[in-house]
């Protein structure tokens, strides 16, 4: 009975037509929806790919940032005057600060500058004379620019604020230098900056510093004492500047110990 049923339903013809019918929808659903979703899948595979390879060519090094540095036009709207475009980061500094920073490299190089060891062999004074003495320096071994030197003087040729300094040192060999000379082992030791201002008619030279002390000598085989000053002045085209000490003839003879020089500072 119910193997009939089947039988009769399974050949009845309207009902296959029927039953194809409502099949034909979801086999058209189907069909318009298979190439959207290959569609996507390959946009996505594409895009993955493209993603993959764009790490890969960075962390290679094949690209690069953007190199803010390189020169670039700035154009101007001649409308309303306003710059568009990238600005070189150098563009943003002041361009007087540069001309300033040259200035003061090429004043900083040819700064007036002196610096002059003492001379040797020392002829100064007889022993156990007390006046002060000119010391003298030497020229060749030391260091003059836009500064020139001339028997014992420092000559100025830049008008201008100067630091003038000097040091000098004072030796006593015990087997060399007789007791009388010393007046019982005290020496009076004096240092003496001399500024020589030329006028139309006359040079007067000036004190601008003065040192000293009196050294009792200890009893030993050898004794030293050194004296330094310095100081800052104005000086002008022409002035002079000189050392005096007394008991020059106690003067160290080495260059390292004893020296004279001036350097501009500022007009």
């Not at 929806?33 to 569609?39: A, K, M, N, T």
């Not at 090429?106 to 006046?131: D, F, M, S, T």
Request: a neutral charge; proline letters at 5%; one cysteine or more.
């Amino acid at each position: 009975m119910a193997s009939n049923d089947y039988r009769g339903y399974a050949q009845d013809p309207s009902e296959m037509e029927h039953g194809q019918a409502r099949l034909h929808p979801i086999q058209s659903a189907r069909a318009t929806c298979r190439p959207l979703v290959l569609g996507t899948l390959v946009v996505m595979g594409v895009l993955q790919v493209a993603s993959s390879v764009a790490i890969l060519l960075h962390l290679t090094g094949y690209l690069h940032e953007v190199d803010f540095s390189s020169d670039y036009s700035v154009t101007e709207m001649p409308d309303e005057g306003v710059q568009v475009g990238p600005i070189r980061a150098d563009a943003l500094k002041d361009p007087r600060k540069k001309e300033r920073q040259r200035c003061s490299k090429h004043q900083r190089e040819a700064v007036p500058a002196a610096h002059l060891p003492i001379l040797v062999p020392i002829n100064y004074v007889k022993k156990g004379e007390i006046q002060a003495t000119m010391i003298l320096w030497k020229e060749a071994q030391g260091h003059l620019h836009k500064i020139r030197y001339h028997d014992g003087r420092i000559l100025i040729q830049e008008v201008g604020l100067y630091v003038v300094y000097v040091k000098t040192c004072f030796r006593y060999y015990e087997e060399l230098t007789k007791p009388e000379f010393l007046q019982d082992g005290n020496t009076q030791l004096i240092q003496y900056v001399y500024h020589e201002k030329h006028t139309q008619s006359t040079i007067k030279p000036m004190v601008i510093m003065k040192s000293g002390s009196t050294k009792r000598w200890k009893n030993g085989v050898y004794n030293m004492y050194c004296e330094q000053q310095s100081g800052i002045f104005t000086l002008k085209e022409g002035d002079g500047l000189f050392v005096n000490v007394s008991n020059s003839w106690l003067l160290d003879p080495d260059p390292e110990g004893s020296y004279f020089g001036a350097f501009k500072i500022s007009n």
